[in-house]
């Protein structure tokens, strides 16, 4: 089964579809102007992602270049070696496929919830996860923005829960897949309709809901975690509802970059080795 090759067209697939979708639908309701131009901002999110993408290749191929083949730095390649060896608690049972499948991405969903949980606790963490907040502006380039370090260590976290949990190989492509798309449409500078917004958010993180995330007020930022599913900021008391100034008088980003810098490439690459504010 040429697995790797299959995963690559769906997630870039599914990858390209909702980013092309998400930036029409942008343009067509927009929620806030924008502070800075899009057409700097997105070279340089868009950058960063290439640039992610390249890091996690990388990882995929090193275990093979170094001969440790047995070595995921992955998602996907732990959770075919999980398989293998009968490691991960599904592996262990008997359950249905599908029973598998959703607990799979429930379990897989709370870990990203935790990781970002913590990428704001943890001092070392959030010097590189405030690239991510260091966006003026909102978008769905924004919900691509990460540190490439940041996003190493977020396969290696990943890696450990597929190893512990057992998910299938299909269980974790589906899991990558819903997240990638889910973190671009919260992300979207997208105006929804009030009622499908409180409809939405009951189950899952509507771009309202995280734009509060993005929020310079410190309390506002500690809040509404979830990138999928809203459950975990309900049930772990993280969720605020609206920002207190308003969707259009609130200020996105951090305070002290409130500058052009997060918009060029060079300067949101080193922030995390700069200023510790």
Request: proline share 6%; aromatic share 10%.
């Amino acid at each position: 089964m040429e697995t790797p090759t299959l995963e690559v067209v769906w997630r870039l697939g599914a990858f390209l579809a909702v980013f092309a979708v998400m930036a029409l639908l942008e343009r067509a309701r927009p929620k806030r102007p924008l502070v800075l131009p899009r057409l700097m901002r997105w070279g340089t999110n868009l950058a960063i992602v290439v640039i992610d993408s390249l890091a996690v290749r990388l990882m995929a191929a090193l275990p093979a270049i170094l001969g440790a083949v047995t070595v995921p730095l992955v998602a996907v390649a732990a959770a075919v070696l999980a398989g293998d060896w009968g490691w991960g608690l599904l592996n262990n049972v008997s359950w249905p496929a599908w029973l598998e499948v959703i607990v799979a991405l429930l379990v897989l969903d709370f870990a990203i919830w935790f990781q970002h949980l913590a990428s704001h606790k943890v001092p070392l963490l959030w010097r590189l996860h405030r690239v991510h907040h260091a966006d003026r502006d909102i978008d769905v380039t924004t919900a691509l923005r990460f540190h490439p370090v940041e996003i190493a260590l977020s396969m290696l976290y990943k890696v450990a829960w597929v190893l512990v949990l057992g998910p299938s190989e299909l269980a974790v492509i589906l899991f990558e897949i819903i997240l990638s798309g889910c973190a671009m449409f919260n992300h979207a500078n997208l105006g929804l309709p009030r009622w499908l917004d409180r409809a939405l958010r009951t189950l899952v993180v509507t771009p309202d809901m995280h734009r509060v995330h993005h929020s310079v007020r410190r309390a506002e930022h500690g809040s509404n975690y979830g990138f999928n599913l809203s459950t975990w900021d309900r049930l772990f008391r993280t969720y605020t509802a609206q920002p207190a100034d308003g969707h259009q008088g609130m200020t996105i980003g951090l305070k002290p970059y409130q500058t052009e810098g997060p918009a060029h490439l060079g300067w949101s690459l080193w922030l995390p080795f700069g200023s510790r504010t």
